[in-house]
């Protein structure tokens, strides 16, 4: 059976090697914890349909290894995406500090109006947090990001974390913003969407004839 939806997006999941990308993605995709995550080699993928205001959302979803051998291999799938997450680890400075060479890559190489959600992942590791909220939201909004603080082992925020950066998306393609028929915008129309497009000439009453220009 065919999926129906109206839009699909690209997503990209980035920041240092482990910081948590791979098991946001699993806790999104499969509502679980991923007990035994080895480092990602190039690049994993996932997708999956949600629905945000109405619509019908296919998330085209791409997890890049954070390791900085791999960087090559990830920077080439960064083309034409419309959203991604950013993730940092909240126990790890040095994940944190790293978030600026990652943000000046995804806007260089992604698209310049790609939205991006910054994640601080690892909510449940309070206690050797190293990072406060208030510095990373300060970032985030220097940045011009969505922010918020994920677990991908208690699934905190993690679905909110996609659903925001595609409400956003959508949000700027009604405004006009962003134009999904443009190329490299990560953004296409789903058969859902193209279906509602055509349904004008098949609500035409019998008989009558459409103008042609
Ligand atoms: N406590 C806690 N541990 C987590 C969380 N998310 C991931 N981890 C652990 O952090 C480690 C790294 O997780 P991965 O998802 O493999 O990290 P990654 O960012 O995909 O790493 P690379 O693929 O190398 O880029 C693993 O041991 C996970 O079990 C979380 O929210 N809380």
């Not at 679980?32 to 690049?43: A, C, L, P, Y």
């Not at 998330?59 to 995406?81: C, H, K, M, N, P």
């Not at 994640?119 to 220097?142: I, Y």
């Not at 028929?181 to 990560?186: A, D, T």
Request: some cysteine; aromatic content about 8%.
């Amino acid at each position: 059976m065919s999926e129906s939806y109206d839009f699909l997006f690209k997503f990209l999941v980035i920041g240092n090697a482990g910081t948590g990308k791979s098991c946001l993605l699993h806790q999104f995709i499969e509502k679980r914890f991923k007990d035994e995550s080895n480092h990602t080699i190039g690049v994993e993928f996932g997708s999956k349909i949600i629905s945000v205001v109405n619509k019908m959302v296919k998330l085209q979803i791409w997890d890049t290894a954070g390791q900085e051998r791999f960087r090559s291999v990830t920077r080439s799938y960064y083309r034409g995406a419309a959203g991604a997450l950013l993730v940092y680890d909240i126990t790890s400075r040095e994940t944190y500090n790293a978030l600026t060479t990652w943000l000046s890559d995804a806007r260089m190489l992604a698209s310049q109006n790609i939205v991006i959600i910054l994640c601080g992942n690892k909510k449940d590791l309070d206690a050797d947090r190293e990072v406060t909220f208030l510095e990373a939201s300060r970032f985030a909004q220097e940045n011009e990001l969505m922010f918020l603080e994920t677990s991908a082992l208690t699934g905190e925020n993690v679905e909110e974390a996609f659903v925001q950066c595609a409400r956003k998306i959508l949000n700027k393609i009604e405004s006009g913003e962003l134009d999904p028929e443009r190329m490299g915008s990560g953004i296409q129309y789903g058969d859902a969407a193209l279906r509602q497009l055509r349904s004008p000439r098949r609500a035409q009453p019998q008989g009558t004839q459409e103008c042609g220009c």
